[in-house]
């Protein structure tokens, strides 16, 4: 039975190919670090907007900034992604007769680089820009809202009624893909390897002694600078080089600390924690009883803070509470992630439309 099932785990014929438990779980470990990250980025945007309100807002460009530091260098220094290296890969270049010798420690060739950090980078980016256009075009259509005109209708309804499908039909190529690893029928467990031209293997003892004895190298065939200009680039590239090794250092040791909050609010062990965790129940809060005369909230409690008309469409931001117009509160909130009272950070999913019993 075990010969059987073996398959699975180890590829036929492949002793240093990865099993596909391997390259999940080097998968998933990517994907659970941004949303960690975009957590701590929204704790601290609500804790004070003005200083930190800026890392909820360009979150996803810094993030990508610092993924691109990151894994720039891995692939140069250990020919493999940040994740990969964490579980013991490499990338090897497919069609390369010398690619399997190749020592992971010499980085991978610029083509390949270059390949892998379009797709491990900014692949992703776009992928989370294209879902939150689709999600914002979605409540702009439900609400009608700066309705597109006459000419781009047809489109713009096409484009939404088909994007479920082509994500749909993006996901089955990934599970296909997988089955076909799995069965031995694939080198590639994603797509997008094979589009980089590369395929991912075990390091071996070679490339891990190569891997320790490459700092120690690097520093002694570095020669003094003579002219200006080297001096500059050698300064910018420590600079980068640090700055790369301080995020990966940070995040080798932040990925045993998200593994361990993974656990922790796992459904398996929620009651556990419920159990570590039972505190009496609180009193309610004061309730702070703002002064009439202030500017930001009007004196009639059916007038909308923002236009001062009486409200039309009724909306509570659930950030906060105050209610507003929809059309009022949804624009606000598009532009500035905030609420417009209180200045705490907010998304548009915190709208919630209110229904009096006449309607």
């Not at 004070?48 to 140069?76: C, K, M, V």
Request: aromatic fraction near 12%.
């Amino acid at each position: 039975m075990a010969e059987h099932g073996a398959h699975i785990t180890a590829a036929p014929g492949a002793d240093d190919q990865p099993s596909i438990f391997e390259v999940v779980a080097q998968d998933s470990l990517m994907a659970a670090v941004r949303p960690a990250l975009q957590h701590v980025a929204k704790v601290l945007a609500e804790s004070n907007p003005a200083h930190y309100g800026f890392l909820w807002r360009w979150f996803d460009e810094i993030f990508t900034f610092l993924d691109l530091l990151l894994q720039q260098h891995y692939l140069s220094k250990a020919s493999a992604s940040f994740s990969e290296n964490f579980y013991g890969l490499k990338r090897i270049v497919m069609g390369d007769p010398g690619g399997v010798r190749r020592l992971a420690s010499a980085g991978l060739p610029k083509k390949q680089l270059w390949k892998s950090l379009l797709f491990l980078v900014l692949f992703p980016y776009l992928k989370v820009k294209l879902e939150k256009l689709v999600s914002s075009l979605r409540e702009e259509d439900e609400y009608s809202i700066h309705p597109p005109s006459s000419r781009w209708k047809r489109f713009y309804r096409a484009f939404l009624a088909a994007y479920p499908f082509v994500t749909m039909a993006w996901e089955g190529w990934f599970l296909i893909q997988q089955l076909r690893y799995i069965l031995g029928k694939a080198q590639h467990h994603s797509p997008l390897l094979s589009l980089a031209g590369v395929c991912l293997g075990r390091l071996s003892a070679e490339d891990i002694r190569a891997l320790e004895k490459s700092p120690a190298r690097a520093s002694g065939m570095q020669q003094p600078a003579t002219s200006i200009r080297e001096k500059v680039q050698s300064a910018v590239k420590k600079a980068i080089g640090g700055l790369s090794l301080s995020v990966s250092t940070g995040f080798s040791v932040g990925v045993f600390f998200l593994q361990f909050l993974d656990w922790w609010y796992s459904s398996e062990n929620q009651e556990t924690i419920k159990s570590l965790t039972a505190l009496p129940t609180p009193p309610p809060p004061v309730h702070l009883d703002y002064n009439s005369d202030s500017s930001l909230l009007p004196k009639l409690k059916s007038v909308c803070p923002l236009c001062r008309k009486t409200r039309v469409n009724d909306t509570a931001l659930a950030t906060s509470g105050y209610v507003f117009c929809y059309r009022c509160v949804y624009n606000y909130v598009r532009s500035h992630q905030t609420c417009p009272i209180t200045g705490y950070a907010t998304e548009v999913q915190h709208l919630v439309k209110l229904y009096s019993p006449e309607n």
